[in-house]
C-alpha cells in the first residue's frame, strides 16, 4: 500500500515562466528516459519480485520515491505554463518573445490540458507501456535500470545545460544527484549477486552445454573486406564473464540460401507464385496440389 | 553500404511445423528484446557515432550481423507457419491437434502475412521506434546494449525451453551463443573507457560539482515505518563509482506543498475553480482579472 | 512525497494458479479501463490542480489509493501464473489442462516477463499515456472520472463472472466496492460545483452569447428520411441544463461544397490537378502561375 | 447504410491562412477529444447497441452528424494551409512572419499530406482506436459520451480563443453549440433510464450483495498523518446513489506482505534468485527442486 | 454532410456463432487492410481533393459506401459473439467446444465491449490513424487506393476460406465483389490521368533534371559476389514509363566514410569520446574546444 | 547474411548545418514514407517470399540498397545538427537565427539523441512496425511498393524544395533518382507476371464464380440525391481487368436493419437494456432468462 503527505521531495522555483522549456521538461516526465518510466519499472520489477526478499523492498523503495520526482516534474511543468498563452492573433507577430514561445511549445499544454502536465514526451508522444521493462532475471532487471539512470541523468544534464533559470537548475541539479546515487544502487546488487564473472553471460542459469559452444566468444566481423578497424579489448584476450577467450573472426554462413517452397492454395497468392519452381522437388509440388 | 549473400548466418531446419511457436518466436523478431530492436539499435548508434572510430566500426559491424539474425528467424517463422490453417470449420472440433494450434496461434500469420514472419512481437503488438536507444553517450548506450542481449538472451533460453524440435532448439543455441558474445563485447567497451570508477555517474563530462551535493549517495527509504529490509551493498560502504559513501536514510520531503492558483481564465476552466483561494495574495488574483 | 508499507490493501489468495486468467486480469492493470489509467489520471489531475485546495487534496488520495489497486492485481496476476509452463512439446498435446492454458494465455507472462505482471492489457497491448486525461476543467475531469470507474466497475464485474477461484472472486469484490465509493465520490465534486444545471454546458466560464444560438438545443436527425425512431427525453421539453428547450430537426447543410482550388506546385501533386479546373476563377489560376 | 451530399453542415471561411492555426485545429480532428473519436465511438456504439431500439437509432443519427464535423475541420485545416511554405532557405530568415509561421506548423502538413489535414492530432500523433470507446453498459456508454463532449467543447474554446480569424471563430461557436446540445442529449438518456439513484453503481445489474459491504461508500485517506483537507460532499452524508453514506477513514493495509516465493527453473532467472530464501518454507523450496 | 439510412448494405446472417471467428473479423474493421482504413483514407483523400472536381467527388462516394461496410463487419462480430462465454470455470475443462473458443478468442470482446465490435485488428491492436494515407499527389493516393483494396481482398477470401457458415461466406462474397470493383476503380484513375508513361515518375511535376541523371533507370545490385538472380523485367529494356532504359550494375559506394567528429561539449558524451580522434583535424578540435 | 563496407552509397555534405531541417528529414528516415519502411518492407517479403526465386532474390537487393539510404539520410540528420543548441537562455532571444532554429528543431535531437538521427518520424512519432506491409501475394505487394514509392519520391522532392543547401539537393537528387528506378522495378514485376488483366482482382487465384457477380464492376453512388460529378472512366465501358463492363448505379441497402436482441445478462449492461424489447420474439427472451 501507499501514503502520500502532499509535499514536494523538493522545492520547486520557476523565476520565468517558459513554455517552452515546459516541452522540454515533458521528456524527463513521459519520456523513454522518464520518471514514469522508471517509477512504473522499479514498481512492476517489485511486484513480481521472486528470490532474496531485500530486493522486492529495495525495489518497492525507490520505485516509491520516483513518483515523487514525477510530482516535482509536473509542479515544474505547470509553473513554466504560467506564461503560456493561446492567442495566435495578429498582435503576436510583433512581439518577439511570443514568437519564440509559439514556436517551440505544445500545443496541447494549452488545448488539451490547460496548462499541466501531461504524460507525454518532449514531442507529445504518449508514455507507453512497452517501456516499462521486468524479465524476471534479476540481473538483466539490474542492467535495465542501470542503463535507465544512465539516460535519465544525461537528459537531466542537457536540460540543465538548455536553461539558466536558477529554479529549474536547483531542482535539476538534484534529480542529477539522485540519478547518480541510483546508477550506484543498481551497480550495488550486480556486485552483490556475482559481478561481471558471476552474472554473465545472463541467464546464468542456463546449461552453458546447451550454447552453441563454436561462437560465443568471437567477434564476428561483417566488413566485405579487411578494413574494419573494430578492434579493441573485444576481439583479444579473456571475455569480460572470465569463461572464454575472445577472437575476431570473418563472418561468413553456416546455412544455405532458404527455400520457403511455393504457396499453399489457401492463403491466396497470385497463381503466378504457385506455378513450377525449378528448385522445388515435383514430389513437394504433387504433395501440396493434393493438400 | 550494405551487402548481402542470401545464405542463413545458421541453418534453419523445422522437423515439425507449429504455428503456436512460430507466434511466440515472434518476440524475438518484432518485440523490444528482439532482433529488429538490437540491429536498429547498433546501426543508428553507428550512424550518429562521434568520438573514436573504433567504436563506429564496431557498432556497424555488430548491428550488420544482427541483420542476419532477423533473417534466421523470419526464415524459421515461415517455416513453422506451414502447418497453419485458417480452417475453423467444424471438422477441426474433432482434431484435438488443431484446435491446439489454433487457440494459440496468430490469426494475422494466416490472414494478414499469408505465413510468413511478421514486425510484431509475440502479441502481434507492431514493433516500436522508441525501443531504438541511442543517448550519443557511448557509456550510456553501452548499458543499454548490454539490457538488449541480457534480455534476448533471456528469451531465447525461454524459447529453447519451449520447443523440442531439434533444428529449432539447434538455431536458438546459436542465437544464446551469439547473446553471450554480444553481453561479453559491449560490456567490454566500458572496461576500455573507464571501468565502473570511470565511466559513472554518466554522463561523466558534467561537472559533479554542480550536483546536489547531499543527495547523491544516501539510499532514501519511503517506508512509513521502520521495517524495511532493504539494506544492502548499497545502504553502506564505499559507492560503486568510488566517488561516495552510501548511506541509508528516511525519505522525507525538502520541499513545500505546492500552490497552482487559480486557472488563467482564457483557458475556460470551470468558474468554480477560478473563486477566490484562501492561499492565494489578493494582489495575484487581481492581476489575474486584468489579463 | 509518496510513501509505502509493503503490505496489500486487501488480501490476494488464489486458490488454482490459471494463466488464461491471469491474462484476463491484465486488462485491469494496463488497459484502458485499468488501474493504471486511474492511477496516473488522479494523480496528474492532482498536481495540475488549480483552485480550491481541497479538490487537489482527494485527487491525491485517492491517486495513492489507486497505486495499491496496481500492486493487488500485479500480485494476483504473478500468483496465477505459477501454473504456467513455457512447454509446446509433444506431451502437451496429450494433457487437456495444458491445451487449455496454453490457448488462452499471453506467451509474453512467460517469454518477457519470467512469469510476472507486465504493462499491458489483455490482449497484450501496452499501456498507453494518451490515456491520462487532465483537461484542466474540473466538471470535465470528474465526468472521465466517473467514466472511468463505470468501465472499470463494469470490468471487474466481468472479471468476477469469469472465475470460481474463491481467493479471485474476493479481491474482486472489494476493487467492485472500491469503484462503487469512487464512482459516488466524483458525482459529489460535480454536485458540489453546480450539478447539471451549475455545470452544463462545460466549460460554464465561456460567454454563452459567443456560441452559436440556433443550434445548441436540437437533436439533428441524419436520417435519410423520416423513418427515424431516435425519440426521447433529448427531443422535447427543457434541456437538461435548464437553459434551452430540446426540438428535433432534420439535419441539412447550411453550408456549400467546398472548392481548395489547385495544389501549389511547390507541392508536386500530379500534372493533371494543376489543369485548368472549370469551377476555379481565371485569375486565381494566374495567381498560382506567378506564385 | 450512408449517404452524403457533398456539402459542409456549416460554412468553413479563412479570412486569413494560418498554419500554426492548421496544426492546432488536428488536435479537434484526430485528437482524443476530436471528432473522430466521438463519431466512431457513437457508431460503433450503434453497432453494437443491444436493448431499446431507440439508443442505437439517437446514437447512430450522432455518429453520422459527426462525421460532417471531420469535413467540416479538415476543410478549415486545407484552407488554413494555403499560407503554407516549405522553404526554408536563407530568405526565410528575413521574414518574421515566414518565421513564426514555419516554428508552430506541422511539417508533415506539407511533406506527407501536402497541405491537407491528417488522422492525427496537434502533436503530430497518430488517431488510436483505442479511444474509441463501447463498454456494452447504456450507462457506462452515456458517460464516456458526456466526457467526450465536456472535453471536445471545452477543446472547442481554447481553439475559438486561439483566433480572431472572423471565419474561423463562426465555425468553432457552431461546434460549440453542438457540444452543448450533445452533452445535453447524453445527460437525457441517463435521465430517462434512472438518473443517478436508477443507474448507479454502474453496472446496476451486477448483484450487490456479492460486492465487498465495508468498502464501497468509504472514503479512504491515503494521507501519511491526519493533515489532510480532502474533506466535502464525499466524506459524509448520504451517497449519490442514495445506496449507502459516506464516511471519511484512515486507509491500512487489509492484506499481508505478499511472498512470490522462488523463480521457477524453467523461467531462467538468475540462480542467485532461486537461492534459499528465508521467508520461505523448504518443503516448498523442495516442490520447486523437483518440478 | 452525411445521412444514413439504418439498414445493411448488404444481409448479415450467423447461422452458428463463433467467437473465434469474431477475432478474426476484426482484421477487416480495425486492422491496416480493413474497412476502417479505407474509409478514413478515401474520405480524408476526398476532404483534401484540390484539382478536378470529379476525384474529389468520386472519392466521397467510396469513402462513404466504406462506411457501410465497417457496419456489416460490425454486426457480423456481434452476432458472432453471441455464442462468446467468460466461464473459466472449472467445467470448461470438460467442454471441448469452449474449449476451443476460449482458445482463440479475444478477451477484450467479454472484458471490454461486452460483446460487440471493437477499433482493433484481429490481434487485439487498435486501429492507427497512420494508416490512413493522403500524399495530395492524385496518382500516388490512387496507387495507394490499390494497394488497400488488394490488401482487403486477399484478407477477404482468407476469411472466406476460413468459415463454413453460410451466412458469412455470403457476406464475404460480396465484400470480396466490392473490393474487385474498387480495384478497377482505383486504376481507371490512373488509366484517365496518364497511364503508366504519364504518371511515372510520380509525381510527375517535378522537374527530371533535377534528379539524378545517372541512378534513375539502373537497377543495383548489392549481392556480394555475382550470384543474383535477380534479373527480369527491370534489369534489361525499356522502362516502364517509357523514359529510360534499364540496366543492371553492381551497386558500389559513390560516397566515403562519415565522420563526424567529436561530441558537443553541451550534449555531455563521455570524456572518453571527446578525446583526440586521429581522423580529425587539429584545428577542428581546437573551433570545439572554443566553443 | 549482410555485409558492409561502412562507406556511404552517396556523398553526404552540409553547407550549412539546420536543426529544422534535420527534424525535415527524419520524416524521410522514420516516417511512414521512409526508408525505415521500405527497407523491412522488402526484406520481409523476401524472407517470406514463396514462389519463383528470382522475386526474392530481387526484393532482397534492393531491400539491402535501402538500408544505404538509411544510412545516408542518418548521416544528413547528424551533420544538420552540428548547428542545434539547447540554450533557451535569456541571450536567445536577441538572435534571430536561434529563434527560427528552436522554433521548428525536434527538442529530442538534443535531449535524448544528442544530436544524432533517431528511428522516428518529423513529428517524433516512433516507427511504427505496421508500417511493414508483406500480404505473400505478389502483387499485392508489388502495388503496396510502388505506393511507398511513389509517396517516397513525393516526400524527397518536397525536402529538395525546401532547402537551398547545396549538398543536401545533391543527396536528395540521388534519393528522387532511386525511387524513380525503383517505381519501374516494381511495375515491371506487375508487367511480368500478368499486367493488369492478369493480375486483377487480386489475388486472382481466388475462384471468381465464388464473388458476387452482382456487384463486382458497379460503382455505387452514395450520393443522397442524383447532383454527383463522379463520374469517368469507371462508371461506364469495359472494366480495367478485361472482365467486366463498368456500370453506374444508386447504392441502395440490400440488407435490413440489424436487432442484436437484449444482452447476455453475464456481461452486465444496465438492467434497463434488458427490459423487453418489442421487436424481440417472446421466446428468445425466455431463452436468455434461462442460460
New interface residues.
Given amino acids: 500500500?501507499?501514503?502520500?503527505?502532499?509535499?514536494?521531495?523538493?522545492?520547486?522555483k520557476v523565476d520565468k515562466p517558459?513554455p517552452?522549456?515546459a516541452?522540454?521538461l515533458q521528456?524527463a516526465i513521459?519520456?523513454?528516459?522518464g520518471e514514469?518510466k522508471v517509477c512504473?519499472q522499479y514498481?512492476?520489477q517489485a511486484?513480481?519480485?521472486?528470490?532474496?526478499?531485500?530486493y522486492r523492498?529495495?525495489l518497492?523503495?525507490?520505485g516509491?520515491?520516483e513518483?515523487?520526482h514525477?510530482?516535482?516534474l509536473?509542479?515544474a511543468v505547470?509553473?513554466n505554463l504560467?506564461g503560456a498563452?493561446?492567442?495566435?492573433?495578429?498582435e503576436?507577430?510583433k512581439d518577439?518573445?511570443m514568437?519564440?514561445i509559439?514556436?517551440?511549445?505544445?500545443?496541447?499544454h494549452?488545448?488539451?490540458?490547460?496548462?499541466?502536465?501531461?504524460?507525454?514526451?518532449?514531442?507529445?508522444?504518449?508514455?507507453?507501456?512497452?517501456?516499462?521493462?521486468?524479465?524476471?532475471?534479476?540481473?538483466?532487471d539490474m542492467?535495465?535500470n542501470?542503463?535507465a539512470e544512465?539516460?535519465g541523468?544525461?537528459?537531466a544534464?542537457?536540460?540543465?545545460?538548455?536553461?539558466?533559470d536558477k529554479g529549474m537548475k536547483d531542482m535539476l541539479?538534484?534529480l542529477?544527484?539522485?540519478?547518480?546515487?541510483h546508477?550506484?544502487?543498481w551497480?550495488?546488487?550486480l556486485?552483490?549477486?556475482?559481478g561481471?564473472e558471476?552474472?554473465?553471460?545472463?541467464?546464468?542459469?542456463?546449461p552453458r552445454e546447451?550454447?552453441?559452444?563454436?561462437?560465443?566468444?568471437?567477434?564476428?566481423?561483417?566488413?566485405?573486406?579487411g578494413?574494419?578497424?573494430?578492434?579493441?579489448?573485444?576481439s583479444d584476450g579473456k571475455?569480460?564473464?572470465g569463461k572464454?577467450e575472445?577472437t575476431f573472426e570473418k563472418?561468413?554462413?553456416?546455412?544455405?540460401?532458404?527455400?520457403?517452397?511455393?504457396?499453399?492454395?489457401?492463403?491466396?497468392?497470385?497463381?503466378?507464385?504457385?506455378?513450377a519452381?525449378?528448385?522445388m522437388a515435383e514430389s513437394a509440388i504433387n504433395k501440396m496440389r493434393n493438400d
Same sequence: chains 1, 2, 3, 4, 5, 6.
Fill in positions: 500500500m501507499f501514503y502520500h503527505d502532499g509535499k514536494l521531495q523538493y522545492d520547486v517558459n517552452q522549456f516541452k522540454m521528456q513521459g519520456g523513454i528516459e514514469m512504473l514498481l512492476f511486484f513480481g519480485a521472486r528470490g532474496p526478499e531485500k523492498d529495495m518497492l523503495e525507490t516509491t520515491e513518483m515523487a514525477i510530482e516535482l509536473a509542479t505547470a509553473l504560467e498563452t493561446n492567442d495566435l492573433k495578429d503576436v507577430a518577439p518573445f514568437e519564440q509559439m514556436g517551440g511549445a505544445n500545443p496541447r494549452i488545448l488539451s490540458s490547460g496548462m499541466c502536465a501531461m504524460a507525454v514526451d518532449s514531442s507529445g508522444v504518449p508514455f507507453n507501456g512497452s517501456w516499462v521493462i521486468g524479465t524476471g532475471n534479476l540481473a538483466a542492467y535495465a542501470v542503463t544512465s539516460a541523468r544525461t537528459l544534464t542537457r536540460l540543465w545545460q538548455s536553461t539558466d541539479a538534484f542529477i544527484a539522485r540519478d547518480t546515487m546508477q550506484n544502487q551497480l550495488a546488487v556486485e552483490e549477486i556475482g561481471l558471476g552474472n554473465h553471460p545472463i541467464p546464468n542459469s542456463f546447451k550454447e552453441n559452444q563454436y561462437n560465443n566468444y568471437n567477434f564476428l566481423s561483417t566488413h566485405i573486406n578494413e574494419s578497424k573494430a578492434k579493441g579489448r573485444w571475455s569480460i564473464d572464454g575472445f563472418a561468413k554462413p553456416l546455412g544455405r540460401k532458404p527455400n520457403l517452397g511455393r504457396p499453399h492454395p489457401n492463403a491466396y497468392a497470385q497463381k503466378e507464385q504457385m506455378k519452381n525449378p528448385s
